[in-house]
């Protein structure tokens, strides 16, 4: 019988993980746990340990891990059409589900174009972006993003990111683009002046604007508010760019809205979606555009001004089921209002949170809460950096739940399924966590 330490053992012999320095795992110091199953906010271990994934799976899952329904739509879907190539063949799930996000999305988006992963999606909004401006005669070779922003790791939208850490070696490979001010570090008035000086600085060179909205995720959970978002789909339109959206991360009732633009009444010129989408259960991603971007690219004939960009699994009919049974959940329940009453919840435990001395910070959109735990007054490098990522990891973990800070920012990213038991479990572990490093940083000071 396969024993939990063979599969690390086995797995370390041959895999590459993601978002990784393998070598933290081969010496220990971080654990790397094989998982046998899932169910509701729970992974379960080959071991048999549970964890509650307080972070859905690179906030993924929306309604459990194996959820039933969804499992059977897509094994249903499994015995009928697996896959079809999606150049000039189509079929009833991708449809389906391009009718009922265009119903969702905000007003104007009525086009859906389809990828496989979340980078993919930007990839395709950037170069629709580029692509409607070179048809037109000009080349408008900037995208302005958000300081602190991020949109995947492929080259593109490494290009559009601002995470130092993921985009510093490629730098070279990278086009040129301009950051403007964010919102969540700079008052919303200065973070919309700094663009309307980069919009008029260069006239008739950018082709868009790229923003997450109301969240930048990755970049350490940086919350702003929906004026913003006001401001910033006037400046476009005042500049004559298009504004992409990209709801990767805020999509799917995350922010407190089936989308975050929803909250500011906006609607973006193009809009990426991936990660919820299928209620956490197959890679797919989608970008919305509004039809007259895709009017000015359907007049053209085939060739260079056509848009050609191509995935092999582009509408995938699995993945495509999966998201049409997630958006039957969100039909069938009231996710956002059961979502509020979690986040009541929530709230009444980050109140604690601002009790301990290293906790600053606090704060929370929908279901996402983060704050920053800070031990450097203390000088202890065991509690800094990358040694104090592991740390939280490590602690994590040995008391059964899942967090991936980032840096020295903690935040949970919950299931939606997740109970209010549940979130008592989870905070409670998070306060003994802080105690244990507190403790731990006194007797070293
Ligand atoms: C806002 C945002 N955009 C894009 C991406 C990239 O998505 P993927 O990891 O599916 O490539 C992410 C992933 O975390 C994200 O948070």
Known sequence: METHDDLIRRDLAVIWHPCSQMSEYIAGDLPLAPIASGEGAWLVGTDGRRYLDAISSWWVNLFGHANKYIASVVAAQAHALEHCIFA??????????????????PRGLTKVFFADNGSAAVEVAIKMAFHIFANR??????????AGGYHGETLGALAAGDVEIYRETYAPLLFKGVRAKSPAIVSEAEALD??????SENKGKVCAVIAEPLV?????????????????????????????????????????????????????????LSKGLTGGFLPLAL?????????????????ARSFLHSHSYSGNPLACAAANASLDIFENRDVIGDNAKLGAAIDRRLSVLRGFSCVSGVRRRGMIAAFEADFAER???????????IKIINESLVRGIILRPLGNTIYIMPPYIITAAEIDLLFDQIEDILKTLENYAAKRS
Not at 263 to 270: M, Q
Not at 287 to 303: H, M, N, P, V
Not at 379 to 389: E, F, H, I, P, V
Request: glycine share 10%; with cysteine.
């Open 88 to 105: 000039g063949f189509t079929h009833k799930q991708a449809i389906r589900l391009a009718e009922r996000i265009i119903k969702i999305a």
């Open 137 to 146: 005669g000009e080349q408008r070779e900037i995208i302005v993003s958000l």
């Open 194 to 199: 700094d663009l309307r000086r980069i919009l």
């Open 216 to 272: 930048q995720c990755a970049g350490a959970m940086a919350m702003f508010e929906p004026s913003y978002l006001c401001g910033l789909r006037s400046l476009c339109d005042e500049f004559g760019v298009l504004w992409i959206a990209d709801e990767i991360a805020t999509g799917f009732g995350r922010t407190g809205a089936m989308f975050a633009c929803d909250l500011a009444g906006v609607t973006p010129d193009l809009m990426t």
């Open 287 to 303: 970008t919305l555009a509004r039809a007259e971007i895709y009017d000015e690219f359907a007049r053209e004939s085939y060739g």
């Open 379 to 389: 000088g202890d490098s065991l509690l800094q950096g990358r040694a104090l990522t």
